[in-house]
């Protein structure tokens, strides 16, 4: 099952496969209030990334995203940086346990330090308000 709060959509370990994705997807598009999306081990590909990242480009408040121990290949790989660089508010994402380019996860870590980066100084930039 699926564990929702207010800030938390998790299918941890449930295999929801790119059938079942597409209906979560309905979920997470809708809650625009979730900072955390855990899909680890749900025997997710890269063509269910992309439809992943179609949704959360223009999220508002995800922050972290747990894609570990599915089968996300290079275009998913792709898809995810491409998600990192247009959603800067996306902080954290682990691909650990995915067959993904390691040039990829290089870019993607580089890209996250940046919107970390960028969101340490928004929080700075808050303070002397």
Do not use: W
């Not at 790119?18 to 063509?47: M, P, V, W």
């Amino acid at each position: 099952y699926a564990m929702m709060d207010a800030s938390v959509i998790s299918f941890r370990d449930n295999y929801l496969g790119a059938r079942g994705l597409l209906c979560a997807l309905d979920i997470i598009d809708k809650n625009q209030i979730f900072q955390q999306l855990d899909l680890r081990g749900n025997g997710l590909e890269s063509r269910s990334i992309v439809k992943l990242v179609d949704v959360l480009t223009n999220h508002e408040t995800v922050q972290s995203i747990d894609v570990s121990n599915n089968r996300i290949g290079r275009t998913g790989g792709r898809a995810l940086l491409r998600l990192v660089q247009l959603n800067r508010n996306i902080t954290a994402v682990d691909t650990s346990l995915n067959p993904m380019d390691p040039l990829i996860r290089l870019q993607l870590d580089s890209a996250l330090d940046m919107n970390r980066k960028k969101a340490a100084a928004d929080e700075q930039h808050k303070l002397f308000l």
